[in-house]
């Protein structure tokens, strides 16, 4: 009996160690396609195992938009188009955060006076300045101009008066020796002055005759140009005699250097 138990055991544990010998080979065969896979996988993206099983991240150059032919729309949720940067609105024009097209003018460069009024400083003239003129009994055949500031800023006498009697068609000359070093600036209530030479005390001017209206006209930052509002100060009765040899003054702060020349 004992026998016969021993050889009806012995065939039993022999299967078991084959089954599972057979068992492990196909569980490392099973692992080894596993891992095969997983290295296909990795070798076909470049990008290999992510932690958790997250998507692999990608350089921005790699991204469609990126690689997006620039000033083309790039595509957005629900097949709408959204412009690229830089590009134009269906409107026609680039739109500033706040709505309005820009260039619209918010930020254009001010104007010349708007620029001087910043910076509390304006140019003299006819509409902030009261001018008066006044014949001089010495030099012969001189007046005087002055000008004082009644604004409420200081202003700039710049360059010199140009002077024009009724219709004069032509502009006296002013004298380079009379130029100043700098600009004559006048605060609120100060004056200014220019001299002129009405005619030749010789004689020797052509073309004398008396003027009954006077403009005086005031320039601007460079030679010729405006500088604003003219003044029409009041003559004496009588007019003023002039001819042609009628010159001016630089502006200067002073009378002395007006007239005494």
Not at 4 to 25: I, K, L, M, N, Y
Not at 31 to 51: F, I, N, R, S, W
Not at 139 to 146: A, E
Not at 220 to 246: F, I, R, V
């Amino acid at each position: 009996m004992s026998a016969f138990r021993t050889a009806r055991t012995t065939p039993t544990t022999g299967s078991a160690r084959t089954s599972r010998v057979r068992s492990s080979r196909r569980l490392a065969g099973a692992v080894a396609a596993a891992l095969a896979a997983l290295a296909l996988t990795a070798c076909q993206d470049g990008t290999g195992l992510k932690d958790n099983g997250a998507a692999p991240v990608t350089d921005a150059a790699d991204s469609p938009a990126a690689s997006a032919t620039p000033g083309a729309p790039t595509g957005g949720r629900g097949g709408s188009a959204t412009p690229a940067p830089g590009s134009a609105t269906p409107t026609g024009g680039a739109k500033t955060g706040g709505g309005a097209q820009a260039g619209s003018g918010a930020a254009d460069a001010k104007a010349p006076s708007d620029q001087a009024a910043a910076g509390g400083r304006v140019l003299c003239n006819g509409s902030n300045t009261a001018v008066t003129v006044q014949p001089v009994p010495r030099p012969l055949n001189h007046m005087l101009i002055t000008v004082r500031n009644t604004g409420s800023k200081t202003c700039d006498l710049t360059y010199h008066p140009v002077l024009r009697f009724d219709e004069m068609q032509w502009a006296p000359t002013a004298r380079k020796d009379t130029q100043p070093q700098a600009v004559v600036s006048l605060a609120p209530g100060e004056s200014g002055y220019a001299g002129a030479r009405l005619s030749a005390a010789d004689g020797s001017g052509e073309g004398g005759t008396t003027g009954r209206r006077l403009t005086v006209a005031f320039q601007g930052t460079t030679p010729h140009s405006s500088g604003g509002a003219s003044a029409t100060p009041a003559l004496p009765a009588a007019g003023l005699y002039y001819d042609s040899s009628l010159e001016v003054t630089y502006w200067q702060r002073d009378v002395a250097d007006a007239i005494e020349r």
